[in-house]
């Protein structure tokens, strides 16, 4: 079983930043792939970063410029810096690892940004 805790959500003006943290309960060398999706109100979950075991980075169309996905090993600790907001960036934003054939999901952190 993996556990993910997000934290670093909140409320933030238009133009503002945030970094988002999930920590993971195992070592992230045994994760193949992470990342970082968000789930607004009335809308489907949409992937906003991920990065892969190797490194390798995609980002949303929407986000690309203003966010980067970013991990330290040493800390079991994945990171998303947001730079930039924008009201439509408002959602919940979810931690998620694929570990072999499993899925996990933290429980989710509210990031709020006001016009």
């Known amino acids: 079983q993996v556990q993910l805790v997000e934290s670093g959500g909140g409320l933030v003006q238009a133009g503002g930043s945030l970094r988002l943290s999930c920590a993971a309960s195992l070592s992230i060398f045994s994760i193949n792939a992470m990342g970082w999706y968000r789930q607004a109100p009335g809308k489907q979950r949409e992937l906003v970063a991920g990065?892969?075991?190797?490194?390798?980075?995609n980002y949303a169309d929407s986000v690309k410029g203003r966010f980067t996905i970013s991990r330290n090993n040493a800390k079991n600790t994945l990171y998303l810096q947001m730079n930039s907001l924008k009201p439509e960036d408002t959602a919940v934003y979810y931690c998620?690892?694929?570990?072999?054939?499993?899925?996990?999901w933290g429980q989710g952190t509210q990031v709020t940004v006001s016009s």
């Open positions: 998620a690892a694929t570990v072999g054939p499993k899925d996990y």
């Open positions: 990065i892969t075991s190797g490194d390798s980075t």
